[in-house]
């Protein structure tokens, strides 16, 4: 899947045009059950070309002083992250000094940049932004991220430059990723999996698009490590940047089957952790939770226990995630955490035979069926899971759009108390029959 990022000073317009450009998509995801939306991240398509588009300063916290360097870092992720960016600028407010600054590391770049004039809502503007020319950019495309005009053109070039990704697996081995917080430890539990200091930190020219698959055996299982040119790559980047691990992150997320999620248990489930879980989570793969550096933590009787809930209230809706206590140092449950991510791997790509759903299913529907909705019953004839390679169930009902969400969240837990589906992120979705 190709990235695509917005970037940009704030108040130019960039969240705008995120928000435009995944609308369409966001009311079919929508209303899927248990979605939780990122703001800054979604998917997006044009003439039929599909792309992640990440809006880099949504990441920003406290977006009215952000500080010009911080800007430069986010441009400089997204130059080394992003397959093209739109750099986007104000014609109300014509070019600053952040502008230059933003437009002079973009100069140097040689993936697609696309200079986007916002706000040019009227012809008068459409002077105004001759004189983003003088960035040294080249042209420009003057948009209104407000009322769509311009913004179909600038698409219409965007999908030109993305690559044409072929999603090919190689084998039916489990593909994992390991992500979380810089220093959470993921590399050392790497090297702990592969057993030698193999993962060797290298800038490999020319490999920066590819996610790179690596086959291990090890503790008895088979299984793929994804890694990309961007996770390797290690750069002086301000590490504490709201959206540092979300962008290292992305790519290897849409490679694997099972997002191995670490964090450091000095540190919590905090922000950036909980935005590589929406990641994960939006994306519809498996997903394991270690808490790595358990050594360090003074322990009691309910620590864990506690430190375990704590995490699953953060994570609500989607509680239903394996959470495996491990120190990496200590080489504590090192093979009880790739045993987890391999069984969650078995209950992603598990099929429940028709027949098994309906007989499960039906009889508990029938005791507990939708509530009415404006006098409307709704009747659930019967169940199928869709030939997905995560799992979605269709519900064949009358009356599909009166299926309330909390109804489709009680359908799902029913799922998952019936057939297993720990760690895995399911779809419900209603059918008209
Ligand atoms: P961001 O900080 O770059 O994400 O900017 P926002 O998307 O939050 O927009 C900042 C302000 O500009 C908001 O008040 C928007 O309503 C406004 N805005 C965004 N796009 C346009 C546009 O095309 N025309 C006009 N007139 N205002 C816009
Ligand atoms: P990465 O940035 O996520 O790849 O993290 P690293 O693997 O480079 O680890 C960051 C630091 O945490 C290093 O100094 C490791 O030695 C240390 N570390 C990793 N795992 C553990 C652990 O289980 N316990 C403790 N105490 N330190 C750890």
Redo the contacts with the bound molecule.
């Keep these: 899947m190709s990235i695509v990022a917005i970037v940009?000073r704030?108040?130019?317009?960039?969240?705008?045009?995120f928000n435009r450009m995944i609308q369409r998509r966001e009311a079919i995801t929508d209303s899927v059950s248990g979605v939780t939306r990122d703001r800054h991240y979604g998917r997006s398509d044009w003439n039929g070309k599909e792309f992640s588009l990440i809006?880099t300063?949504?990441y920003v916290i406290g977006?009215d002083d952000v500080f010009e360097t911080e800007i430069d870092q986010q441009v400089e992720l997204a130059i080394d992250e992003a397959d093209a960016i739109l750099f986007?600028v104000n014609a109300?407010e014509g070019i600053t000094p952040m502008d230059e600054d933003v437009a002079q590391l973009l100069r140097k770049v040689t993936k697609p940049v696309f200079l986007v004039v916002?706000?040019v809502?009227n012809n008068k503007r459409e002077q105004d932004a001759y004189e983003f020319y003088n960035l040294g950019l080249g042209e420009y495309f003057s948009?209104?991220?407000?009322?769509g005009s311009g913004t179909g053109d600038l698409l219409d070039e965007v999908v030109k430059v993305l690559p044409d990704t072929v999603e090919e697996k190689k084998d039916d081995l489990p593909r994992f990723a390991v992500v979380g917080r810089p220093n959470a430890g993921k590399s050392s539990f790497i090297n702990a999996l592969i057993g030698e200091d193999r993962y060797i930190v290298t800038d490999i020219a020319g490999t920066t698009r590819d996610s790179i698959d690596t086959k291990y055996n090890r503790f008895g299982f088979e299984f793929n490590l994804v890694d990309t040119a961007g996770i390797r790559r290690k750069k002086k980047v301000r590490e504490d940047l709201e959206f540092y691990s979300v962008m290292r992150s992305v790519r290897a997320i849409e490679h694997c089957d099972v997002c191995i999620l670490m964090l450091d248990a000095t540190r919590g489930f905090d922000g950036q952790v909980q935005n590589i879980f929406w990641l994960a989570e939006r994306n519809r793969k498996g997903i394991v939770v270690l808490v790595n550096k358990w050594d360090l933590v003074d322990k009691e009787t309910n620590t864990a226990k506690e430190f375990e809930a704590k995490i699953r209230r953060e994570m609500e809706p989607f509680t239903d995630v394996p959470i495996v206590f491990i120190s990496v140092l200590n080489k504590q449950r090192i093979h009880k955490a790739i045993e987890t991510a391999v069984a969650v791997y078995k209950n992603r790509s598990k099929k429940i035979k028709t027949s098994q759903l309906n007989e499960t299913l039906l009889p508990l529907i029938e005791n507990y069926p939708p509530p009415s909705l404006k006098g409307k019953f709704v009747k659930i004839k019967f169940i199928t899971q869709l030939p997905t390679p995560q799992p979605q169930f269709a519900f064949f009902c009358n009356l599909p759009q009166y299926v309330r969400d909390a109804y489709k969240r009680y359908l799902e837990n029913q799922l998952r108390e019936h057939f297993d589906f720990h760690g895995v992120p399911i779809s419900v979705y209603m059918r008209k029959k």
Excluded: C, R, Y
């Excluded at 704030?10 to 045009?17: A, E, R």
């Excluded at 948009?143 to 009322?147: G, R, V």
């Design positions: 940009g704030p108040n130019v317009g960039k969240s705008t045009l809006d300063g949504g977006s986007m109300e916002n706000k809502d948009i209104s991220s407000m009322n």
